[in-house]
């Protein structure tokens, strides 16, 4: 019986930044409140990995980078002691005067941001076991910037991901859908052993009604259930052998919590999520193999 190792990760990303239309401006936070609320009750067998802002932006509007980490401690506490865990996620954005901030794409400003950022946040009360760079982008320099810092985790990358066409910093071309040591100069490349391990983001092909043929996507739970299904079908016929599997997941509060508006692609309910995760659970079984819930350190220890 083959292990498949399945990581649910989350990003504590503010309401609307993930969605079609994104607002990097907006810090509404009602889907991470529906998250506190309900998560460890709806999804009581997994625990959860959770990657908490902490940044530049929360900095201007709240005066201090670690405004979710200080202001939501005792649900931190409590998540930790049911057997989460917590991982850094800072979003590098420039601070303008008005209309939307940009991404700091320069490898200096962002590796300069990184430190002081860190500074603030070092001496938190919980371990930040993993770091994951919010928008899925890194340079040599920020990485081997968070490895310097003492991380021995990266959970940035989004195998086959480029969007360098439309001068967005993520390009994760050729990276592996599998963990991996990354290059010390290519980020998106295997390198030779180090002390950071790279533990990708899933990525899988499925088309919505609105693609023109299967899109690569990270491996989201909160997708309606008829699109995980056949992206699940082309995933169990893709598989190859091996000895173990990893399956990092990802999902934002906000995608899981009901709205009022209907989408192609998100069916904004937790009852689907958990269907979807069941549906995950289930293939693995029918092909003979085992499953473990796991955060993303405890992969971590597997895999080393």
Known sequence: MVPHYLALTIDTDPDGLNSPTVNRANLEWDGLHFAMEHFHNALADYPLTWYVRADGQLEHTYGSARYLLDTHADFWSQAIKRGDELGWHPHLYTIPDTGQPEIITDSQRAVASLKHIWQQ??????????????????????????????????????????????????????????????????PRLEGEPRPLIEIPMTTWRFQASYDKAPKLRYMNPCIHEDLWQQALNRWEASLTSADSYVWVLILHPAEAMPHEQADLLYAYSLETTQANLQALENCITTRGDQFKRLTISQVETRLR
């Open 121 to 186: 946040i070092q001496d938190v009360p919980f371990d930040l076991k993993s770091f994951r760079m919010g928008e899925g982008w890194h340079t040599s320099e920020t990485l081997n910037l968070i490895e310097a810092l003492g991380f021995r985790i990266d959970s940035t990358a989004i195998p086959n991901r480029d969007d360098s066409a439309s001068a967005h910093p993520r390009n994760w071309s050729g990276a592996p859908n599998r963990p991996y040591y990354p290059d010390l100069t290519i």
